[in-house]
């Protein structure tokens, strides 16, 4: 691939799923800036590792899978690096904006789950992936994907109310 197709590729990935992937990136790292570190990241490992897909479906999970992975190096490396409450910064983070009441509570409680909680709510409930779907992104077991959906209904109806998914973030 010539750098005109290698540009031409990356600039077509960053338009298609660079919106989906904060707003992954973001609910796991829980910050603006460190969300748009890690896309960075992800994309100049696209650049670099130039893989090939067999479809868009493909490639699609394999930039999810990336940028979870580059979120948890992120958040591995540093631990003591101390997160901003969303009350604090929702009202200027586009990612909030155009959502009701009830989407940024749902927000908040997923904001609170563990790394693989997390993950798995996210690419279920939010970006609405089956079961199968979301096994194959996170390369778990369907039956572990339905524990983990299962390990945090249970948590964040702790927190306070049943959790039956469907937040929906405008195109940002």
């Known amino acids: 691939m010539n750098r005109y197709e290698r540009d031409a590729a990356l600039e077509r990935i960053i338009e298609n799923y660079s919106n989906m992937l904060f707003r992954i990136c973001f609910v796991i790292l829980k910050n603006e800036?460190?969300?748009?570190?890690?896309?960075?990241?992800?994309?100049?490992?696209?650049?670099?590792?130039?893989?090939?897909?067999?479809?868009?479906?493909?490639?699609?999970?394999w930039l999810i899978k990336v940028s979870q992975n580059k979120c948890r190096e992120f958040l591995r490396f540093h631990k003591k690096?101390?997160?901003?409450?969303?009350?604090?910064?929702?009202e200027s983070l586009e990612i909030t904006s155009g959502m009701d009441f009830?989407?940024?509570?749902?927000?908040?409680?997923?904001?609170?789950?563990n790394y693989k909680l997390k993950c798995a709510?996210?690419?279920?409930?939010?970006?609405g992936y089956s079961v199968k779907e979301?096994?194959?992104?996170?390369r778990i077991s369907e039956a572990a994907v339905k524990k983990r959906l299962q390990r945090a209904r249970q948590i964040l109806a702790q927190f306070g109310s049943e959790y039956e998914g469907g937040i929906v973030c405008?195109?940002?």
Do not use: C
């Not at 990241?41 to 897909?53: C, D, G, L, Q, W």
């Not at 940024?104 to 997923?110: G, H, S, V, W």
């Open 81 to 90: 690096h101390a997160g901003i409450p969303l009350e604090e910064v929702e």
């Open 134 to 138: 979301t096994a194959k992104i996170l």
């Open 102 to 113: 009830e989407d940024r509570e749902k927000l908040r409680l997923i904001w609170n789950l």
């Open 33 to 61: 800036q460190d969300t748009k570190d890690v896309l960075q990241e992800t994309f100049i490992t696209y650049m670099t590792k130039s893989p090939e897909f067999a479809s868009e479906e493909h490639e699609k999970a």
């Open 170 to 172: 405008e195109q940002i």
């Open 121 to 127: 709510v996210i690419l279920y409930y939010v970006e």
